[in-house]
């Protein structure tokens, strides 16, 4: 699914489209190397996108109306951009709000402060 050098992948599991759509809400229309390359940079490279978790992932997110696609000619390959409808906007805002509150309540229920 996807890689992670510092982290359990059961602690990622569930933040993948999280991820997608603050990187795409922040960074405008990507394609998916580049939202891989940018995730991973952010993540000081312990966080490492796979194709077969990062594709099904925009894919879904685009099914469900929250993501956008532009095919654009680079010479003899297309390449696919992704962005955010006005719907996925509202949804990054809410899941990332949603996800910080979640970190605030493990960091309770471990008994430990937070940083940030």
Partial sequence: M???IMHSPELLKGTLQTILLKVLKDHGKMYGYEI?????????ERL???EGALYPA??????EGLLKTETVMMGKRVRKYYSLTSEGRSLAKERVSEFLDFIKTIG???QVELSG
């Fill in 2 to 4: 996807y890689k992670s």
């Fill in 58 to 63: 925009l894919h879904k997110l685009e099914a």
């Fill in 108 to 110: 309770n229920v471990l």
């Fill in 36 to 44: 891989a390359q940018r995730v991973k940079e952010l993540s000081d």
């Fill in 48 to 50: 490492l996108l796979t």
